[in-house]
């Protein structure tokens, strides 16, 4: 009896078979995402190792394509109202030009703006201000949630994607799953924010043999890397460190006190406090305010700052050798030059280029 049901059952599925492929019906084949490599400009190539791409979210034209999309859309807030982009504006490098960004209940946080690029050479993986988030991946996760951001759950936010006429059809191809989570929404996330790649600068241009800098530019570059004068060259890179920072945290003489303990937060080593994140230098046309509080509004405040503004405290950067007389005391003539060479670092191109734009 049990022979004769299974001899049933094969002869059922044989025919079902048959039809099928009498009938035209296509054979389901599973979509695999295209490899992306990353646009790396030839003095990064010529000067930096590999950029760091996790093994379990290789860059992929469907993935990216995604994340810019999630980037973009404020799908993943509670009220539909902010997206990533709200706090990291194209125009402003990625950054936002108010000195606290506001979430979606009108709450301003109490640092400024990260601005965003270059982001896939951060070698020790260190995220924030503060190194709260490691890998580009978990510090998508963060905002989502955060009460005076988005202010969301990720149940909710995955179920908006889920219920969404285009979304499950676009993780499909870019995961080979149509089932969302906030894995993969992060892993979309991140493989936009790593194609983000700034070098191409008018200094960058003098470095390839473009063009001419003016004599202001050039003597602005020799201040900062003169241990003499400028000396800002410790901290944020060289003809050698396109990147334009260390990646490394210090204290740099803004406060005697700390009312933001910055890495000593997450670390809780006092040793640390009051110590951020070096931010790069490229792109001040378009970062300002700066600092991680944002209070310095122009560049001619964050040089003075430097020149003749240092405040002493126990966990003091030791590169700031000038602590003793307030700053590096530069001269009308080389603030100016100096200003000159941090602007040559701005990147037009950068925060003009279509495929960091919102996608239609």
Known sequence: MKLHNKTIFIIAISIIFYSCSDSGIETYVPYTPTE????????FSDNL???VIPFNNPQTVEGVALGRKLFFDPIL???GTQSCASCHSPENSFTDSDRFSEGIDGISGSRNSMPLFNL??????KF???GSAFSLENQAFEPVTNPIEMHNTWSSAVSSLQNHSEYPELFEQAFGTSTIDSVLVTKAIAQFERTLISGNSRFD????????????????FDIFMDETRGDCFHCHGNVN??????NVFHNNGLDATFTDLGLGQVTGDPADNGKFKSPSLRNLKFTA?????????????????????LVNSPTIDPLMKAINDGGVQLTESDKSDLKAFLLSLSDDEFVNNPNFQAPN
């Open 36 to 43: 992306l490599p990353l646009e790396i400009p030839k003095l």
């Open 49 to 51: 190792i590999q950029p």
């Open 77 to 79: 807030s509670a009220n």
């Open 120 to 125: 896939v050479w951060n070698y020790d993986e």
């Open 128 to 130: 924030n201000w503060d």
């Open 205 to 220: 241009k003098y470095l390839n043999g473009e063009i001419s800098l003016t004599d202001s530019e050039l003597s602005g």
């Open 241 to 246: 460190n396109p990147l334009w920072t260390d």
């Open 289 to 309: 305010p700066y600092m991680h509080d944002g209070r310095f509004e122009t560049l001619e405040e964050v040089i003075n700052h430097y020149s003749e503004g």
